[in-house]
C-alpha cells in the first residue's frame, strides 16, 4: 500500500516562528501536493510539485514556501508563522498520469496551532 | 476545472442504501468524476472514479447519466463506520491541471443505529 507520512501529527508553535513540515511517501510518486484544511472552507491547496526541485503555486501560497529535493520527501515552510495560518496541514501525493482529480493519496495530516 | 455542487448534509440509518448526488453542469470531455471520503482528524480517501455510465467497486457505485452534469455516489447498506464527508471533484489528466483539483465543503452524511 502506498503509504504517505507526515512527520507531526500536533505542533504548537509561537507567533514569527519558522515551522517545517515534512512529509514522505514511498511510492515514487512524481506528484506532491500541500493542502490545507478549515471548517467550512474545505481543502485548499498550498503548493504542489510534479518534480524534484519543481514546485507550482496553488490557490493559498502566501506565507509559505516548499522545498522538493529528493523525489520521496516534500516540505512545507512557514518562515514566520501567524495565528492565522492554525489549521490542519495535508500532504498528498499521486503519480502523473492518473487522472488528475484521481487517486491522489493523503497524510494523516498535521494540526497545525500558532499561538 | 468544473464546479461541483453536493449537499451539505445527509443523514440515514444504518442498512439503508444512501445516495449523494453531485452537480457539475459544466464538466468539459476529458474531466472523469471522482469521490473521496474523510473521517474526522485523517486525510481524504479515495472511493470510486468514473467517467460514463456505471462504475462498481467494492465500496460503492459511481452513477454517471449520458450528459454527465451529475453523478451519484451510492453507498450500499451503510453502517455507523460510514459516517463520513465526502467529496465530488472532476479534472482531467495532465500536470497543466493538477494545481486546480478543487475540494469542496463536501457532505457530511451522518449514520445512525
Known amino acids: 500500500d502506498v503509504k504517505v507520512t507526515q512527520s507531526s501529527r500536533y505542533l504548537v508553535k509561537r507567533t514569527g516562528e519558522k515551522v517545517f513540515l515534512e512529509c514522505v511517501q514511498d511510492?515514487?510518486?512524481?506528484?506532491m501536493f500541500w493542502y490545507r484544511q478549515d471548517p467550512g472552507l474545505g481543502l485548499r491547496l498550498i503548493y504542489f510539485?510534479?518534480?524534484?526541485?519543481?514546485?507550482e503555486k496553488g490557490d493559498i501560497p502566501e506565507g509559505y514556501s516548499v522545498s522538493r529535493e529528493k523525489k520521496e520527501r516534500f516540505s512545507l515552510i512557514l518562515e514566520s508563522a501567524s495565528t492565522n495560518q492554525t489549521s490542519m496541514y495535508l500532504c498528498?501525493?499521486?503519480?502523473?498520469?492518473?487522472?488528475?482529480?484521481?487517486?491522489?493519496?493523503f497524510g494523516e495530516g498535521s494540526r497545525l496551532t500558532v499561538l | 476545472l468544473a464546479k461541483t455542487t453536493q449537499p451539505i448534509s445527509m443523514d440515514s440509518y444504518e442498512g439503508q442504501e444512501v445516495n449523494i448526488t453531485c452537480s457539475h453542469n459544466?464538466?468539459?470531455?476529458?474531466?472523469?468524476i471522482t469521490w473521496y471520503q474523510q473521517f474526522p482528524s485523517q486525510g481524504p480517501r479515495f472511493i470510486i472514479q468514473?467517467?460514463?455510465t456505471k462504475v462498481t467497486n467494492e465500496v460503492a457505485s459511481l452513477f454517471i447519466p449520458a450528459d454527465r452534469k451529475s453523478s451519484t455516489l451510492s453507498l450500499p447498506r451503510v453502517s455507523l463506520s460510514d459516517t463520513a464527508v465526502y467529496y465530488c471533484?472532476?479534472?482531467?489528466?495532465?500536470?497543466?491541471?493538477?494545481?486546480?483539483?478543487?475540494f469542496g465543503s463536501g457532505t457530511r452524511l451522518s449514520i445512525r443505529p
Open positions: 498528498a501525493s499521486s503519480f502523473t498520469g492518473t487522472s488528475v482529480a484521481g487517486e491522489l493519496f
Open positions: 511510492m515514487d510518486h512524481e506528484n
Open positions: 510539485s510534479y518534480d524534484v526541485k519543481m514546485k
Open positions: 459544466n464538466i468539459a470531455t476529458n474531466d472523469y
Open positions: 468514473g467517467y460514463k
Open positions: 471533484l472532476v479534472g482531467d489528466e495532465g500536470r497543466s491541471s493538477a494545481s486546480k483539483i478543487i
